[in-house]
């Protein structure tokens, strides 16, 4: 006697081999989630908050020296440093970490590339340097 397959058998024979290939093409590539790094014991994790965010202002915060940031680039790279992205996972060796706390948004703000405890001030030499532009007058005639 044979017996007839009905349609929501074959369909759940193969909806049971698509999830099955799926899994396994997970388990090749090393999809765990994005979960993976963040279960390594050597690092810490920053995750991207703001747009704007940079290497070196990272380095900063967690390190407490911007120039690190050029390690984070070497120990992060899939990561564009001039292109942080919003959810970027930034991993931080914990051996250059003295600051665990997370990143406030007060220190994003007024992070400096050039001058980490704050905006950039101006001087007296910067105004002068201003002054001396204006004043400038190209050769020849006018």
Sequence with gaps: MKRALSFSSLFLFFAG??????????AMFGDTGGKADEARQD?????????????????QWYTGNKDNGKILAKT??????????VDDQ???????????KKMPKEFF????????????????????????KED??????K
């Excluded at 992060?76 to 992205?85: F, K, T």
């Design 17 to 26: 081999i698509f999830c099955l290939a799926c899994l396994a093409g997970c």
């Design 43 to 59: 690092v810490y994790v920053h995750t991207v908050e703001w747009p704007g965010e940079t290497l070196p202002m990272i380095a």
């Design 76 to 85: 992060n790279p899939g990561i564009s440093s001039e292109r942080l992205v």
């Design 90 to 100: 930034i991993l931080i060796p914990l051996d250059l970490v003295k600051n665990n």
């Design 109 to 132: 703000s007024t992070f400096s590339a050039k001058s980490p405890a704050g905006p950039k001030k101006s001087s007296s030499k910067t105004k002068q340097a201003v002054e001396k």
């Design 136 to 141: 400038f007058q190209p050769y020849g005639p």
